[in-house]
């Protein structure tokens, strides 16, 4: 027997899962909603019932699960509108615009007994499980320095994504995104978080910031994003992994990695300081290491791909597994977003958990 799905949203996201969804053996759609009827015409599921009004949908009582991709200020609504319809629950990111919201909904799933979880497909993209895999092997001895970069290289943002009222920003958007992935990468408590948040060039909403994360274990993490780092280059968009311990260096560029982990045969803590001739001048500390020091190696294979997320979830629904994506997880990505926007407004770090 399949599972049956609805839709709700039936924009960029909706089509998405549509495909998805009708890619796996075990799901079907059997519906799909959209306010804008026009953006449900091209829907590629055969004998669909195709609907305006999410009250309609949810009275479909073969649905067993809706995937809620609407723009983000409808989250709240409509989750809580699911939930009460008896509906398990898939919620696009972010799953609510404030923490607040976010435990208004969760109290109606807890509630209901639905299974809600939210689409953070992005813990099965290639370079971020890379990276968790280097770290994972605790390969690079006692790590200090994580940082995670992804930069837009043409001022791009487009529909709602540039009004507040809709949830617009690039913190709500990718924002969510990369927190998610560091928080599930490094197991440890937060202490402090500082950060700048910032709209270069857009009036309403945020387009580029860096944020500094204290863990307790003594790792700093930093995310860096923006969309206005004008290039001209072929490709549009610079994604960097650094990862840096007292044993081992990572470094990655691209969604599909390219990059390497380093390390030292010997350890030069102090040596007799050579003068090398480099670009910026004379220099002793920045100049070539000695024959032999340092050796390469390629980083490691990882097997991803986001349709685990769906693989993930249905086994949850059977039993056989836990979500990936858990509740708490979720809202502490959401109080992360609110620390992010207090320490931008006051220039102080925030202390955390
Ligand atoms: N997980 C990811 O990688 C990822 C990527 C892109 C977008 N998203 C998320 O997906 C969601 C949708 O983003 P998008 O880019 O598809 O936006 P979109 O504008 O392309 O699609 C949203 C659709 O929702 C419809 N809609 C709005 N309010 C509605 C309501 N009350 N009832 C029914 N339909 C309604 C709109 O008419 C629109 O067609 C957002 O939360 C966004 O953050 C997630």
């Given at each position: 027997m399949k599972v049956n799905f609805g839709i709700i949203g039936f924009g960029f996201m909706g089509h998405i899962h549509e495909k998805t969804l009708n890619s796996?053996?075990?799901?079907?759609?059997?519906a799909i909603c959209d306010i804008q009827e026009e953006r449900m015409e091209d829907a590629i599921t055969e004998g669909v019932i195709k609907t305006t009004s999410v009250d309609e949908l949810l009275k479909i009582e073969d649905i067993n699960t809706v995937i809620i991709s609407v723009s983000n200020h409808v989250h709240k609504e409509v989750v809580i509108k699911a939930a009460k319809a008896g509906k398990n629950i898939i919620c696009e990111k972010p799953a609510a615009m404030s923490v607040k919201e976010y435990d208004e909904m969760v109290a109606v799933v807890k509630d209901t007994g639905v299974l809600f979880t939210v689409h953070?497909?992005?813990?099965?993209?290639e370079d971020f499980r890379t990276a968790k895999e280097v770290y994972d092997q605790k390969?690079?001895?006692?790590?200090?320095t994580v940082q995670s970069m992804l930069y837009g290289i043409n001022g791009n943002m487009h529909d709602w994504h540039v009004f507040k009222k809709y949830g617009g920003g690039m913190l709500y958007d990718w924002g969510v995104h990369l927190i998610d992935q560091l928080l599930y990468m490094v197991d440890s408590k937060i202490t402090t978080i500082f950060a700048d948040l910032r709209n270069v060039i857009n009036e309403e909403v945020d387009d580029y910031f860096k944020i500094l994360f204290r863990f307790e274990n003594g790792i700093t993490g930093e995310i860096e994003l923006g969309t206005y780092f004008l290039a001209d280059k072929e490709k549009w968009f610079e994604r960097h992994w650094f990862i840096g311990g007292d044993s081992g260096s990572m470094y990655s560029d691209g969604f599909e990695p390219v990059g390497k982990v380093a390390r030292t045969t010997?350890?030069?803590?102090?040596?007799?300081?050579k003068t090398t001739m480099t670009a910026s001048g004379p220099t002793r500390s920045f100049g070539p290491p000695p024959e032999g020091v340092l050796i390469t190696e390629e980083l490691p294979k990882v097997n991803v791909a986001h349709i685990m997320f769906f693989e993930n979830y249905l086994n949850a629904l059977e039993g056989k597994e836990e979500l990936l994506v858990k509740i708490p997880e979720v809202r502490r990505v959401l109080a992360v977003m609110e620390a992010v926007r207090e320490s931008a407004a006051t220039g102080r770090s925030i202390d955390f958990e």
């Open positions: 796996l053996e075990a799901t079907k759609v059997v953070q497909q992005r813990r099965f993209d390969a690079l001895g006692n790590v200090f010997r350890l030069l803590k102090n040596v007799p300081g």
